[in-house]
């Protein structure tokens, strides 16, 4: 069967498919006492606002915002929009594809390639052999292909992990060549290492969420732990280059107060903080630009990740 | 061969003995062209001068500070102390019992006992497991056990890290009655391995060390890194609690800017974290007013570690 | 006459009872030109809604949030809940005891007792006659039993100032014991008289308020004021005692930016400072997850006093 | 018999004076074994170097440095300056009085003189009355001319406390004209008291020191407990201007890192605070202009009070 | 045609005016499907709400915040308050006096004469000519006298630069008096210069709006370059004094994090910024005072320009 | 005739040649009365110590630190080092080469070249106008061709300015083909033109020296008075461009306390400071690594700029 995506829906239509409530709220009947339950249903696609108009009270107390649920409607016009008259609305709980539910990040295939390329191009034996090891693994591939590099903000995508990972690696390739002291390897090897932990730290179903795993640990200590156990597989890797990549690793953020236990203590290190800051306030910059709402002013509203009005004159 | 210890020797003795060596420094003859090498020695008992008036660029060059030296020279007195003068000081590369050069804090038998009590009281079956595996193999225990607390300030003493590691884990038990909802076992177990890192990130010899780990993943990472792989040790160990125990670990500090890449996010991390500052706080302020200089002034000179001066009137 | 309490009115009973006022709002009928009153009552018990249909404007004008109110109406049910149908709504301007308005701290007698053993335990003469002064004056003394500890977050509960006061006290004389060098009367005596500025700090009636005198001087700075009148009617009271005890008080905050005028400068000042955190932490974090409200989350909502969400897991 | 002072010793005379030690260091004889002292001696006219050649170890070990000393010596020149040969040096127990060691601010006189004229202007009785009655005390008033404003940077002279009150205070008298809503009395009043609390943060004998209460209080406090004691002794103080007046003390510092525990909460505290920084600002960067030591830079060398260079081009 | 005047408008007018468009917002129809307009409009007297009732989609879609309307409507009584039955609301994109619709400063020409007397009072040939300059270009002059000295908070106000020169000007020629050392040329001069950049960072129609030269550069920077480009046509102006001006511009905030990219480095610049933060905190408090909305109580609300409740006691 | 370089001086020659004086100090003579002087002096090669034993206090006097002085002297051994016994040391007040006493970066001419084929690379003609006019006036050029990029730390060279800021535009020209929402033309002009203001901010003669303008201004707004002139002589240069370039300049320190008076507001600056800080890393890391002094320990000291030690593993 073809799934029916929101973006799909017009008024008429009876619509019968599987959403995320993206919110819930119990309001009062205008002309009589009692309430109807108001909701926000959302794919990747977009949003529509439904009304149960019977047993909300019931169906309120057995949904969660985050679920995914089956509804039945009928799609009407109301002020100018579609709004979904439901008939029944039901948490669906078995497997489901968060790709249904969250956007993806554009260039997913080529990133892929890119990051195959990136490993293969390494001349140290061992890192090549701990980056191939680590990426040959199923679980771990396909859970780093698909997870979002943030829960809001920047790359809140699937795949914006590998796209991210790869952007700031193939900057590090770059860069390298203007500071012929860096070990092009180590800085390479780290910056698509750098945020592994993020595999850990969110978990995609309706939507982008954060794990407690994530709130605990964050992905910084996630991630030191990952490498650590994928190092231990590693026969006779060296010591001191396990320490530099876990010091990568755990000093990326570059500040204590962006939770990083360390500062970068060695060049590559240095670098691969400020490129992972450069890709992060340039995805930044650029989505604030694009999503700007009052197209009358050259000025975005306030961004709160970069705790400013973003100027698009 | 008995050891000679520095303040066993007095001027007139014949000096035959090891030492660390704290400080070296070429300084011109007073009458001539050339220089001598004046020396800092050192072990557990004190620090004493020495002079080396020949081939003394030659013996500059070869030794460092930190080194452990084996030292021939005649003790004289000079201005009313002791000094030597030194017929030959060579490095000593052998393996040295540190416990030569560093003073160990007190009460270690005793901390001893009340850390397998510790243990042994816990009801929690798994935490009673993890602990007992972790402290019954010899290598870690005995770290554990020789381990300071700190390369300066507070606890800067072999076993430093078990007494700190005891004092804390016994009020955490006597703290966690006056609050019912604390779960006592993960409070306890949590204060004995808070600062297992730090068997990674110091290493005694002459003198307590910084190691590369410590410089560059912390006692904070080790530490986690160190318990995570014990933890892969105990069958079924459930996954929220090891969350919870790294949690503890990562925390402890309290603040970003103190190094920890997570604040405490539940009652029994944020317990821990206040018993670990109440009895730093006790051992730096102890230590400031016992070490107190001018015995005129009721204050202590400037207190690197608390930055203030102490009141001991 | 008995009183009536919040949380005995059911829908049905004609309501004559004393309240708290907690929000007055005016609304636009739905049906006519002109406004009913929407207000919240409150009482320990509880909060229950109420409607006054007919001069409304008058009554919000000449009523205050904070008030105590004598109220006459029919309780009703409305969507589910109790709502009052007011008759009538009159400031009461008379003495009010303020435990039928604000609830009470738990174990208040046994707090009481624990004090006057605190106290009787001291061995130094000069502090045990300043306490023993300070509690049997019997308008300071009923002060204290009766003052919070804060007008929100932790303590804020009618006795919350004394079983605050006493937990620390308590924990002290434990600590005490840990430290030698600490001098353990000073440091009970200190954790006594740490917060008693919140007697002055602090008004109770309908709720918990800040007086002037709180907001203009804050309980450090009353609390030295009071503790030093009172060091003046002790006679002989040692000039440097004076001063470590006054001292205690305004470092208890620790650090100026939570607005000590002085950060600890000895090791019982320290202590205090420590201790009175780790019970305000505990008292944060265990009302935090005892107040949870998503039960099908291990998480709390935001926790505007730790800035942080709180697991409970 | 008149005082011999520090810049009128000559070469060739024989001196026999009262001062203070500045330094004291014990130094190897230069062709022998053994220890000379070499001494830094001063009054409020400048310094001298002088050296005991015989008993130096006895004597470093019986001074101290701020001792008030009697010296007999014969002045010679050395290296182009004068120099003490020093023939004994004894402690001086005796009262003193520390206008032979300290420098006085200027315009003393007149500043007294304008005190009395702004406490005679006040139309508000009770603030009269309780300045006066202050003022009137002859021990405080004593004090309070003798008192410096600081132990360094600025106005570290005898009488800095009066001049520096009396200048805020009379630029208060002025602002207050620019601002019609401000009480000009409050102002007033609060700006001659703002320091009062100085009179017990230092000591005058040879130089000017910190006391203890200085250090465990702070004339924050000090001065808040001095102003609530003689409020004690005004008939009929009004409370809200006992609460204002002590607020102005508190928080004349204006933020909680410069350790006052209220920050300005009324018009009148918040001049003051601004008047206090002006005239703080300006006489340090007026000393430091002064101080200036190289002559061919219109920059002054490091500033500590300000963290900067000073421009005086 | 007389203006109509926002305080002027009664039960019962045939409104005919022009106001500025201070909230529009499309609201549901009580009985119906469809929307309505409900706007707030407004001049310097005040604000009035308005309901367009036909044609609200298409009036909401074609009019900005911040526009000027022209408004035909009828005034009725709603609850209590004026409101108006619109009947057609226009933009007006024509040339508009800002003085309709933004609160001018009290004593602007009085301020004038005084700029104009402090001008002529400099004995500093090269400023005065530098000064008269610059005042005596028609544009600056007017936009100088025109501009307010912000947005938000303090003098925000038509003339409130003009005013806030001025009187910081008057207090650096009355407090250079009190500094002998401090140039009172330079000083009055940079006092009546430091804010000039405001005639940039704000402009005036139906409301003060900050531009984007206000927003990119700020009126630091810009009030520098307006500055050197002035200085540029003053033949000879030297060039120390070209820094000292241009540095006092750029200090004048005092802090880094206060936007000033240099802070104060001689006398003036000092003396400059304190009396700038001086005149800034008494016109917030006194706004803040004069603006109580609860009579009942001493305190004012949150002053988010303060972070602080100010006590009206 | 062919200059005399530092390290080309030999025992036993006789040299007269001209250095800058980096250090100078009176000591006394070791077995009479009176000093002699000890110089240190310097050119691009190295240091060479000095002596000077007759007329020390005089020559002391006329010469200052930072001088260029001829010297007349016999290069001798002692301790195994060179040293020169001085005849004549003379202050040379003429014009001087500082390439002769300040090390130069490397690669200037193939920065030179880069910085020419960026220009001519810009579409945009008003960017390609503004540049082109500013980099053919000579003097411009040449001073932005010899700047040094710093006092101290990272690029204290000749030319160091011009390396920078052709480094940080070439990877401007890279990066922007990451982000294709950038304005290519816009970053890499802004990139040039960063740090324009510090042909003002430096001055070199015999070490690189802050200027009066470097200190009072500094080179942000320096360059922004700089760059506004510039533009002034482009015809029809669009003012919204002007406001982003010098938007550029001021905000490229990214942060208010690294004395940007704005941060920034748009991608380009955003990413511009991003690659400003990139490679001010990578210089200083670099050099760190490189200035290493105890080859046995992979750590460098303490390095100031980075506040930290940095690890070469």
Same mark, same amino acid.
């Given at each position: 069967m073809t799934e029916l995506l929101v973006n799909q829906i017009r008024p008429g239509m009876s619509v019968d498919g599987v959403f995320a409530l993206k919110v819930k709220k119990l309001l009062p009947y205008r002309e009589a006492p009692g309430n109807f339950l108001a909701v926000v249903l959302g794919d990747r696609t977009g949003q529509v606002e439904g009304r149960l108009w019977e047993g909300a009270e019931e169906a309120c107390a057995r949904l969660k915002v985050g679920d995914i649920v089956a509804v039945k409607a009928q799609a009407v016009e109301y002020n100018g929009s579609v709004q979904l008259r439901i008939d029944s609305i039901i948490k669906e709980n078995g497997q489901m594809n968060p790709a249904k539910f969250i956007p993806a990040a554009e260039g997913l295939a080529e990133a892929k390639e890119r990051l195959h390329r990136l490993i293969a191009s390494l001349a140290n034996e061992k890192l090549k052999s701990l980056l191939s090891l680590l990426f040959s693994e199923k679980d771990f591939y396909e859970a780093f292909c698909q997870a979002? $590099? $943030? $829960?809001?903000? *920047? *790359? $809140? /995508? /699937?795949g914006g992990l590998l796209v991210h990972s790869v952007t700031v690696a193939a900057a590090a390739d770059n860069v390298a060549r203007n500071y012929p002291c860096a070990d092009r390897d180590l800085l390479v090897a780290g910056a698509i290492l750098h945020d592994i932990g993020k595999v850990r730290e969110y978990r995609c179903r309706g939507a982008v969420e954060q794990t407690d795993e994530g709130r605990l640990l964050g992905h910084i200590v996630s991630g030191a732990l990952l490498l650590d156990r994928a190092i231990e %597989?590693?026969? =006779?890797?060296p010591e001191d280059l396990r320490l530099k990549l876990l010091h990568m690793i755990i000093s990326h953020h570059g500040r204590y107060e962006w939770q990083s236990p360390k500062r970068p203590k060695f060049l590559e290190a240095a670098l691969l903080h400020q490129l992972d800051m450069l890709d992060a306030q340039a995805d930044m910059f650029s989505r604030a630009a694009a999503g %700007?709402? =009052?197209?009358?002013?050259p000025w975005t509203g306030w961004v709160k990740g970069l705790e400013r009005n973003v100027y698009c004159g």
């Open positions: 979002p $590099a $943030a $829960a809001q903000y *920047h *790359h $809140a /995508l /699937l %597989r590693v026969p =006779d890797f %700007r709402e =009052d197209k009358d002013s």
